[in-house]
């Protein structure tokens, strides 16, 4: 079930304090415009056909491929309706397609149906009220050429297995106020051991020209108290086990902090020695899997948002399954928060490893494309989350396993701070 989360204004006046977003690989990501993609099934490959989106109600879609005559199951809530893309060989254009419910459901239409010309059809599926592991409906293509089997799986609690892993956000450091501040939000039972990482000089190495040349690290509880901070990581009392960790930074000047925290909500700070400026990366790497009870849910960042190069990148990984987040990018609604210099008006870019997979700039005005499929106004309200100002920026994306990039700037290249927020939308609240 994708739980609703309500921040209060507490909880949210946290998050500005808090941290997330992308690993090293990210950071070179350009920052030029491009076009999204138009949704669709992936092209068939002689190892992976029939292909399929599934679409989903919120307006997010997910590419799917089958292979051994199955494609994977697809997570569902219960009496969603799904609309289905399927693309077959052409060997099998203008042939009939059979649809076979087994296990419970609807297909809304036709259970039979002609391929087009390009071998193409769609139907929509609607899944039953009971969860159910997993709900099955046979796809029978060209009288019996081709059979494969679509499943879906109903959940009715958070899934245990899809979850955000290692994040991170590169921004530019100033000082006072405009220092980078992430947060993330710990969820589960028992504790989760992680480390953060403050990167600076390193990025040279990464086409970054203007590095912060020694960044410090403090590490915040929910009460503001700081927890852990380090500058330089080589002076850390566990510096063996960042070591072993294989997670060192690779300057000795850069800090790192590696600690067990039970559930709740925390804070990262990144600032330059003696008041010092430039290119930093703030990380968080989840050093355990899933199993250990805990997870990395909701993950923020607010930094000072410039032009070119120095705008706002952040970064993200899905593990284990497909998980659906929303991604927002917050800007004059801070001032209310008392947060100085407030970006006006922020747009963002959503990335994965290769394109442009998802833009918007005003989140009740949705830009289809990519990774979005339909409007998203509705379900962005219905979320709990749609932003208190009409200028912000928002997204709903359904996500395979993988890294995904955030890209903030401001409208016309202007400036300001921003918040970069990343919410797992399977996450329960605290």
Same mark, same amino acid.
């Given at each position: 079930?994708?739980?609703?989360?309500?921040?209060?204004?507490?909880?949210?006046?946290?998050?500005?304090?808090?941290?997330?977003?992308?690993?090293?690989?990210?950071?070179?990501?350009?920052?030029?415009?491009?076009?999204?993609?138009?949704?669709?099934?992936?092209?068939?490959?002689?190892?992976?056909?029939?292909?399929?989106?599934?679409?989903?109600?919120?307006?997010?879609?997910?590419?799917?491929?089958?292979?051994?005559?199955?494609?994977?199951?697809?997570?569902?809530?219960?009496?969603?309706?799904?609309?289905?893309?399927?693309?077959?060989?052409?060997?099998?254009?203008?042939?009939?397609?059979?649809?076979?419910?087994?296990?419970?459901?609807?297909?809304?239409?036709?259970?039979?149906?002609?391929?087009?010309?390009?071998?193409?059809?769609?139907?929509?599926?609607?899944?039953?009220?009971?969860?159910?592991?997993?709900?099955?409906?046979?796809?029978?293509?060209?009288?019996?050429?081709?059979?494969?089997?679509?499943?879906?799986?109903?959940?009715?609690?958070?899934?245990?297995?899809?979850?955000?892993?290692?994040?991170?956000?590169?921004?530019?450091?100033?000082?006072?106020?405009?220092?980078?501040?992430?947060?993330?939000?710990?969820?589960?039972?028992?504790?989760?051991?992680?480390?953060? /990482?403050? !990167?600076? %000089? &390193? *990025?040279?190495?990464?086409?970054?020209?203007?590095? #912060?040349? =020694?960044?410090? $690290? +403090?590490? @915040?509880?929910?009460?503001?108290?700081?927890?852990?901070?380090?500058?330089?990581?080589?002076?850390?009392?566990?510096?063996?086990?960042?070591?072993?960790?294989?997670?060192?930074?690779?300057?000795?000047?850069?800090?790192?902090?590696?600690?067990?925290?039970?559930?709740?909500?925390?804070?990262?700070?990144?600032?330059?020695?003696?008041?010092?400026?430039?290119?930093?990366?703030?990380?968080?790497?989840?050093?355990?899997?899933?199993?250990?009870?805990?997870?990395?849910?909701?993950?923020?960042?607010?930094?000072?948002?410039?032009?070119?190069?120095?705008?706002?990148?952040?970064?993200?990984?899905?593990?284990?399954?497909?998980?659906?987040?929303?991604? /927002?990018? !917050?800007? %004059? &609604? *801070?001032?209310?928060?008392?947060?100085?210099?407030? #970006?006006? =008006?922020?747009? $963002? +870019?959503? @990335?994965?490893?290769?394109?442009?997979?998802?833009?918007?700039?005003?989140?009740?005005?949705?830009?289809?494309?990519?990774?979005?499929?339909?409007?998203?106004?509705?379900?962005?309200?219905?979320?709990?989350?749609?932003?208190?100002?009409?200028?912000?920026?928002?997204?709903?994306?359904?996500?395979?396993?993988?890294?995904?990039?955030?890209?903030?700037?401001?409208?016309?290249?202007?400036?300001?701070?921003?918040?970069?927020?990343?919410?797992?939308?399977?996450?329960?609240?605290?």
């Amino acid at each position: 079930m994708r739980t609703k989360l309500h921040f209060s204004s507490t909880r949210l006046s946290r998050l500005v304090r808090l941290a997330p977003l992308i690993s090293l690989s990210c950071v070179v990501v350009s920052v030029a415009s491009a076009q999204l993609p138009t949704p669709s099934p992936p092209p068939c490959t002689p190892d992976a056909c029939p292909t399929a989106a599934i679409i989903f109600p919120d307006g997010t879609w997910l590419p799917q491929v089958s292979g051994g005559g199955f494609f994977q199951p697809v997570a569902t809530t219960p009496m969603e309706i799904v609309t289905i893309q399927l693309r077959f060989p052409l060997t099998l254009a203008n042939r009939l397609l059979i649809i076979e419910v087994l296990d419970g459901g609807t297909v809304l239409g036709p259970t039979e149906l002609t391929l087009g010309s390009d071998a193409t059809a769609s139907f929509r599926f609607q899944v039953s009220e009971a969860a159910f592991n997993p709900y099955r409906v046979l796809l029978i293509a060209g009288r019996g050429t081709l059979f494969t089997e679509m499943r879906f799986r109903v959940t009715t609690q958070q899934s245990s297995l899809a979850h955000l892993g290692n994040t991170s956000t590169r921004a530019f450091v100033q000082t006072g106020d405009d220092a980078i501040i992430g947060g993330f939000i710990i969820s589960g039972t028992g504790q989760k051991r992680l480390i953060v /990482r403050a !990167i600076g %000089p &390193s *990025l040279v190495n990464h086409g970054i020209t203007n590095p #912060l040349q =020694n960044p410090t $690290l +403090e590490l @915040h509880d929910h009460t503001g108290a700081v927890i852990a901070s380090n500058d330089n990581w080589m002076n850390a009392p566990n510096k063996q086990e960042i070591i072993n960790s294989g997670l060192a930074p690779s300057n000795n000047l850069e800090s790192a902090v590696l600690t067990s925290l039970n559930p709740g909500a925390y804070t990262a700070i990144v600032r330059g020695v003696n008041n010092g400026t430039g290119i930093a990366l703030v990380e968080v790497y989840d050093l355990e899997t899933i199993t250990s009870g805990s997870k990395l849910a909701n993950i923020s960042t607010r930094a000072f948002v410039q032009t070119g190069d120095n705008v706002m990148i952040g970064g993200f990984i899905i593990v284990n399954e497909p998980a659906r987040v929303m991604i /927002r990018a !917050i800007g %004059p &609604s *801070l001032t209310q928060l008392h947060v100085p210099g407030a #970006l006006a =008006n922020p747009q $963002l +870019e959503l @990335h994965d490893s290769y394109n442009l997979i998802g833009r918007n700039d005003n989140w009740q005005q949705t830009q289809i494309g990519g990774v979005v499929a339909g409007n998203q106004v509705t379900a962005i309200r219905n979320s709990g989350l749609a932003p208190t100002n009409a200028v912000e920026s928002t997204i709903i994306a359904t996500l395979l396993p993988g890294s995904y990039t955030v890209i903030v700037r401001g409208i016309n290249n202007t400036s300001g701070n921003a918040l970069v927020e990343v919410y797992d939308l399977q996450y329960n609240d605290l």
